[in-house]
């Protein structure tokens, strides 16, 4: 049995940085985003038993099943689906992403949602949207909320067992279609602190950590409210400010934790100016160097403009509300 799935990287208005559960992959707070139409994770799974152990490439290429990253996410992973499944065969799985790897882009959100549901149909699991919430999650926290399309509250939950933390829509792809994320890529380098390790470091040393967990509860009310009014304004500046709490917990995590480099604020320093003129957009930045900008479509020509001023930036890609994880018809092999 083969299939394929695709699932989009997911950016957070309100951020996700830190567990109450490291095993669960249970989050301190829940967590709001916009699931992107464009930057996604193609994966191929297929167990059969011509596979005498399990076997995993990732952007082709091959990936040790014993290492430690392979036994902490993939294999983890493979253990809890093959309890919920009869199935114990052995697996392939082959995932691409379009988009540079570990670069503070999401991609573990697109890659372990786009897992998910292909795992979902080949082990003929038979879960729904909530379920497959909570099996993407313990892949990666922020996969469950690239399960659904569009606008997401990935809900913290209150129980130990994980069952009430999951995403839900807050809004479809179709809600909102002049929202807009400009991706401003200033480097496709791998960053050196993954999020798993940076944000336990950050629970376990910032003294800020409390003030973050304190100011939560208004920002995913504004941005949950900003989405259902369509109030760009009020999403914007909560998203912005979140962001900046987020980055503040990261300075103040002991040793610092700077995913930041010199384009960052450069392009953190043209949106305010650009702001400053009348064209309003925000910014917003995840565990890595590159810029999201979140603006409204008819404001892409003139920002975009703008920001190409500025020497060293890699690539742009303009993303609007995308689609959940899907089955597709093509395979990887
Ligand atoms: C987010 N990030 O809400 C935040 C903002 C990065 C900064 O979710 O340990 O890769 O696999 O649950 O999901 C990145 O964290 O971490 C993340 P794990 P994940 O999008």
């Not at 957070?12 to 830190?18: D, I, N, S």
């Not at 499944?85 to 697996?91: D, W, Y």
């Not at 798993?196 to 470091?201: C, D």
Request: glycine share 6%; aromatic share 8%.
């Amino acid at each position: 049995m083969k299939t394929s799935a695709i699932a989009d990287a997911n950016i957070a208005l309100v951020k996700y940085w830190g567990k109450r559960d490291q095993t669960l992959v249970l989050p301190q707070n829940s967590s709001i985003s916009m699931v992107t139409d464009g930057l996604y994770a193609h994966t191929t799974v297929e167990f059969d038993s011509k596979y005498n152990r399990d076997i995993f490439s990732l952007n082709g290429k091959n990936i040790d099943t014993k290492s430690k990253g392979y036994e902490e996410y993939v294999g983890k992973f493979l253990k809890i689906v093959r309890k919920l499944s009869a199935n114990k065969k052995h697996v392939r799985i082959q995932s691409s992403n379009n988009f540079p790897t570990a670069a503070g882009l999401a991609s573990s959100a697109a890659g372990f949602a786009a897992l998910t549901a292909a795992t979902n149909k080949a082990f003929a699991l038979g879960l729904n949207k909530r379920e497959l919430s909570i099996l993407a999650r313990q892949g990666s926290g922020s996969a469950c909320r690239s399960i659904h399309s569009g606008f997401v509250e990935w809900r913290r939950g209150g129980k130990m067992d994980g069952s009430d933390s999951y995403a839900e829509q807050i809004a479809d792809a179709k809600y909102w279609p002049e929202f807009r994320m400009i991706f401003c890529i200033t480097t496709k380098k791998e960053k050196k602190i993954k999020s798993r390790a940076g944000m336990a470091q950050t629970v376990a040393t910032s003294a800020m950590y409390k003030c973050w967990l304190d100011a939560i509860v208004e920002d995913l009310k504004n941005v949950r409210q900003g989405i259902i009014q369509k109030s760009f304004s009020l999403v914007g500046k909560t998203a912005e400010h979140n962001c900046l709490k987020m980055h503040s917990l990261m300075l103040t995590t002991k040793p610092p934790i700077i995913y930041w480099n010199e384009f960052t604020i450069r392009i953190i320093n043209k949106i305010i100016e650009l702001r400053e003129n009348g064209l309003e957009c925000y910014f917003t930045i995840d565990a890595g160097p590159q810029v999201k900008i979140i603006c409204l479509e008819s404001n892409i020509p003139k920002i975009v403009r703008k920001v190409q001023e500025i020497t060293g930036i890699e690539d742009i890609i303009i993303t609007k509300p995308g689609q959940g994880a899907r089955i597709v018809n093509k395979h990887l092999f």
